[in-house]
């Protein structure tokens, strides 16, 4: 698990340089929990996947945004839940 320091490091990386890889070690940091975390909520694994899927594909059309979230841990669930 990243700590709050390598995240805030990888969010600035993927808002400024349009980074990829950066990204995809945001994604697997987070991915398997977060899908637990979804599925936990609707008792659904495939549709938890979905969601989770599209809570990252937002977060890669809105980079340039992606400095300014000061909690992303935080962030990623509460989008994740919504």
């Given amino acids: 698990m990243l700590n709050p ?7 600035l990386k993927i808002a400024e340089n349009n980074d990829d890889h950066a990204f995809g070690q945001l994604y697997m940091s987070f991915i398997h929990n ?7 909520i609707i008792k659904d694994y495939d549709l938890a996947e979905e969601i989770v899927s ?12 992606l ?8 962030y990623i669930y509460i989008s994740t839940k919504n």
Wanted: charged letters at 25%; a positive charge.
């Fill in 34 to 40: 977060l899908q637990q975390f979804a599925n936990s």
């Fill in 5 to 11: 320091n390598e995240i805030r490091e990888l969010q």
């Fill in 54 to 65: 599209d809570v990252f594909l937002k977060i890669w059309q809105n980079r340039l945004n």
């Fill in 67 to 74: 400095g300014k979230i000061e909690n992303f841990r935080l």
